[in-house]
């Protein structure tokens, strides 16, 4: 399996070589040359595997440069009920990500049984050791540096605590983290790990990385890396939960499903995108956002139009408050019929602060094809999400976080009584306590090793929004 760039201006390269890569050389993103292709046999085969069994044979498509042998010890390490312990009472942790149903034809894939409480730690765990094993082949160190809001941060710091050759700097926001997500970070006592608080707000933290990132000497030297989202093997991570959402909910193979999926940096659902060009039979890829709809507007209408900073809401599913998709491209790629040139025609237009039109004459016959890639869309607003929490407290008996319930609402609306709906859980309730207080006049559950969390001891400094005091933290503390 190789990979190419969706600007179509670099050679093609294995696995290995871009697990560590962020972006392209040429400003794009890494895809399979090819998607590979599942048979009727195989699919009949996967239906009865473990997680773990099925990661291997899902990432096996993907990782044809590493020894099958290491890549199953790999994955058999990391989709453990250990590590996927946190969900609630009577969950079953050896399902790793178990499929709730709420009644015949409706249900939840529980993605949020990791350490930190969302989906991210179902990729970021595995790229943790996939990370790990790099470094160790290649006698390699490496620094990653990051900005965060919340969930990100805290799932790369779970997945990376401990490995050898890496070290994490995370940039936080002083005081704007809930005391849950600060305490989750800052209580880990691991000596790879290093949280910044940052006297600012997240654009402050997102500028820092940016100038450092952009200082080359800087970046060689100290073996900066990232793990954003845009990363390949995070979102080929993610494919392997599609398979198992879609073996819980049928019975056969002859049978297709919908998912629904919260979105934001367009990472999850695209990985809904792989696994239906494998061959997957998805019917509808259901994007739900919340009131930052970008992407809801593209599918609507064909104009995607990022929007600035300042044009971004603050919402009660924080994790989606994102203007500009950085997986978008990934799927807009396959759109055009792989067509670079055209891409490189549509991202300038996008880099330059910009916006695409592709209900335009010279896209249509592009756009036109939407439906046949089975996206559909729609958006849910703070309102919408206290009375799906609450619907589905009453009528369920189920506790869900304000992420899961945008993308329950959109779901809903989108729902064919005749084909079963499974709505991606991507975070667990106790992560935003305060929405559910409002929804539903009650304490969230709490997973009981996260109780008390709040009072552990902290391990954080405290930096003015300056890159160069930044640099010489890391300069005097990288591996
Ligand atoms: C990151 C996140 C999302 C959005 O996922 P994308 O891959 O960015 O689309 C949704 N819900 C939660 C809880 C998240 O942490």
């Known amino acids: 399996m190789k990979y190419v760039s969706t600007r179509g201006n670099s050679t093609s390269r294995n696995f290995t070589e871009i697990l560590l890569a ?56 990391t989709y453990t009920a250990q590590v996927y312990c946190n969900g609630r009472p009577g969950g079953d942790a050896a399902e790793i990500a178990p499929l709730r149903t709420l009644e015949p034809g409706l249900h939840l894939l529980e993605l949020s049984n990791g350490p930190t409480l969302a989906f991210k730690d179902m990729a970021m765990q595995l790229l943790g050791n996939l990370f790990e094993y790099a470094l160790d082949q290649g006698h390699a160190e490496l620094n990653i540096l990051g900005a965060t809001s919340g969930d990100t941060g805290s799932s790369a710091e779970y997945a990376m605590r401990g490995k050898h050759g890496i070290r994490v700097f995370m940039l936080s926001p002083q005081g704007k983290m809930s005391r849950f997500q600060t305490a989750q970070m800052f209580s880990l006592q691991d000596a790879n790990i290093f949280n910044i608080a940052v006297q600012g707000v997240f654009d402050n933290c997102q500028d820092i990385v940016k100038a450092v990132s952009n200082d080359h000497a ?30 819980a909910a049928t019975q056969s193979n002859d ?142 008996g189920v506790m869900i976080d304000t992420h899961t319930a945008d993308g329950l609402k959109v779901g809903l609306e989108h729902r064919e009584q005749c084909v079963p709906l499974v ?57």
């Not at 590979?36 to 096996?60: C, D, I, N």
């Open 22 to 77: 962020g972006l392209a050389p040429d400003g794009g993103l890494y895809l399979p040359e090819a998607y590979p292709r599942v048979t009727q046999a195989e699919l009949s085969e996967w239906r009865g595997l473990s997680y773990p069994a099925l990661a291997f044979k899902v990432l096996g498509k993907f990782i044809t440069d590493m020894p099958a042998g290491d890549l199953k010890q790999l994955i058999d390490r």
């Open 255 to 396: 049978e297709q499903v919908d998912f629904s999926v919260p979105s934001g940096n367009f990472g999850n659902i695209c990985a809904g995108h792989i696994a239906r060009m494998m061959g997957l039979p998805i019917r509808r890829l259901i994007l739900a956002t919340n009131e930052n709809d970008v992407l809801d507007e593209f599918f609507r209408t064909g104009v995607y139009q990022p929007r600035a900073t300042a044009q971004t809401f603050q919402t009660s599913s924080p994790s989606m408050d994102i203007s500009k998709a950085s997986n978008f491209e990934r799927f807009i790629f396959d759109l055009v019929g792989r067509d670079a040139a055209t891409m490189r025609g549509l991202w300038g237009q996008v880099d330059a602060g910009g916006a695409f039109d592709l209900s335009q004459t010279q896209y249509a016959s592009h756009f036109a094809r939407i439906a046949d890639y089975g996206f559909v869309s729609g958006t849910s607003c703070h309102a919408d999400r206290l009375a799906t929490i609450r619907r589905i407290w009453e009528q369920y």
């Open 218 to 247: 800087f970046k060689d030297r100290y073996k900066i890396g990232t793990v954003n989202s845009i990363n390949w093997a995070r979102v080929a991570a993610q494919v392997v939960y599609y398979f198992k959402g879609y073996f």
């Open 423 to 479: 709505c991606l859980e991507t975070a667990l309730p106790v992560k935003f306590e305060e929405t559910i207080r409002e929804a539903l006049k009650r304490e969230p559950e709490r997973p009981a090793g996260l109780i008390g969390i709040e009072d552990l001891p902290q391990r954080f400094e405290v930096m003015a929004a300056d890159a160069s005091a930044v640099k010489d933290f890391i300069a005097a503390h990288a591996a």
